[in-house]
Each structure stands twice: as structure tokens, then as C-alpha cells.
């Protein structure tokens, strides 16, 4: 307790000093000068003694095997198997845990943080690599309307990973959309699978924004890759043109 009082306390004194420093603007010549990382001497054995425990722990956890890969996953546009495996697993987790069956999953591309996961073994740390963010898994019921507002975003995007729908990108355009291997029907409704950030209308998708029967799954898209992937034991992902480009 007494270690951890005097640390706060020389915390609190540096930040006190830095709220009392006043910057007085002089002149506007510039320069610039390389620092070399040592000489910052940044390292502080005191605090890496205090973390040092809690890190040991956390690296424990991440590295934890959960399943493996037969081949590289990659991010990829129209259509990626890394992309695949995020809404394969998001499909695969509502199907258990939601009453009615998921016709279409839907995320986006830049919500892939990393740009593969090599072959082998994949840690738990690797899925959140991939997955950072604490987005919640939401399912809308929407009409085929909305759906294909939502598929021509993914389109003009030039891909976006999705399970469940095929189409044909042409000219930016989604042509040709099957849904469950039956054409897209405007006044049809459609379950979608998708995260909160989507549903909330993220990365232009506002025709989905206060999407009124929508209900919230109260589970994190990466607790649900990494449930799949331990269920899987090795995946073994493939694009199986969900998404193709007309040339």
C-alpha cells in the first residue's frame, strides 16, 4: 500500500506541474530534431515491476490456442475468408440464440483490423487483433426493400463481407441478388445478423439507423467468432463467390 501511495502521489505531483506550465509563443521559426527511443528513457523499472504481474497473467490468457486455420485468411475485397469467418460466426451464434432462422449477415469491411491470420494456430489474442472493438451482435427484421439499400452500400464500397446473399457488382451496383439461392424480393422480410455499429447506422448504413424491430442479442461479436472458432477446431475457409465482379 505504501509503494502503490508514493506512485500515485508522484503521478499526481508531474500532472500538477504540467496543468501549471504556461506557453508563451516567441517566434515562428522552426526546427526539428531526431530522438533516439533510449535517450527518451522511458522505462521506468518501478512501474514495470507493478504491471508486471497483471501483464504475465494477460499474455497467459491471449495465448491460449482456441483452434487452427488449414490456409492463410485473408481481408480481401470483393470477398475475403477473413471476412468470411466473421459473419459465418455471426450467423452460426444467432442461429442458436435467436427464435426465427438468419437469412443475411452483413459487416464491414474496415471493422477487419488485421489483414490476415496466418496458417496454424490461431490464440485468443489473435481474435482480438481482429476484432478490438466491443461491438454487440443486433438482429433487424427488415423488408427487401432496406436489404437491397444495405446490399447497393456494400456494392459501391466494392465488397463487404456477408453470408447468406449472393450478387454480381456491376458498374458499383449489386445486380443479380439471391437470397438463400432465391432472388431478392422487395416486400419480402428478411432477418439480418449485423453488429450494433452497422445498426446504428455506421459506415453510411443509414437505412438501417432506428430500424424499429430490432433486438439486441447482448453478445460481442468477437465472444462469438471466438466460441466458432473453438467449435470448428481447424477451419478450413474458402470464397465461394458470395461476391463476384462483373468484368
Not at 488485421?114 to 472493438?133: H, R
Request: charged share 15%; glycine share 8%; with cysteine.
Amino acid at each position: 500500500m505504501k509503494f502503490q501511495h508514493s506512485f500515485l502521489t508522484l503521478i499526481t505531483w508531474f500532472l500538477l506541474q504540467a496543468c501549471n506550465t504556461q506557453y508563451v509563443q516567441t517566434g515562428k521559426q522552426t526546427s526539428s530534431t531526431r530522438i533516439q527511443y533510449d535517450s527518451l528513457k522511458l522505462y521506468d523499472s518501478t512501474a514495470h515491476y507493478f504491471i508486471a504481474p497483471y501483464k504475465k497473467q494477460l499474455d497467459a490468457q491471449m495465448n491460449v490456442v482456441i483452434g487452427s486455420t488449414q490456409t492463410t485468411l485473408l481481408k480481401e475485397r470483393p470477398e475475403g475468408t477473413l471476412g468470411n469467418l466473421i459473419v459465418d460466426a455471426a450467423v452460426w451464434y444467432a442461429t442458436k440464440n435467436y427464435p426465427k432462422p438468419i437469412d443475411v449477415s452483413v459487416m464491414n469491411y474496415g471493422g477487419i483490423r488485421i489483414p490476415s491470420i496466418a496458417a496454424g494456430n490461431i490464440t485468443v489474442g489473435k481474435i482480438y487483433e481482429l476484432m478490438p472493438f466491443d461491438n454487440m451482435l443486433d438482429v433487424l427484421e427488415i423488408n427487401g426493400t432496406t436489404l437491397n439499400e444495405l446490399l447497393q452500400l456494400v456494392a459501391a464500397n466494392g465488397g463487404w463481407p456477408l453470408a447468406g446473399v449472393q450478387f454480381t457488382i456491376s458498374n458499383n451496383k449489386a445486380v443479380d441478388i439471391m437470397i438463400g439461392g432465391e432472388l431478392l424480393q422487395l416486400n419480402k422480410t428478411y432477418t439480418l445478423i449485423t453488429s450494433d455499429y452497422i445498426a446504428n447506422g455506421g459506415d453510411n448504413a443509414v437505412m438501417l439507423k432506428n430500424y424499429s424491430k430490432r433486438t439486441g442479442l447482448n453478445y460481442k461479436l468477437r465472444d462469438a467468432i471466438l466460441e466458432y472458432v473453438k467449435s470448428a477446431g481447424q477451419l478450413n475457409m474458402q470464397n465461394n463467390g458470395r461476391i463476384t465482379v462483373k468484368p
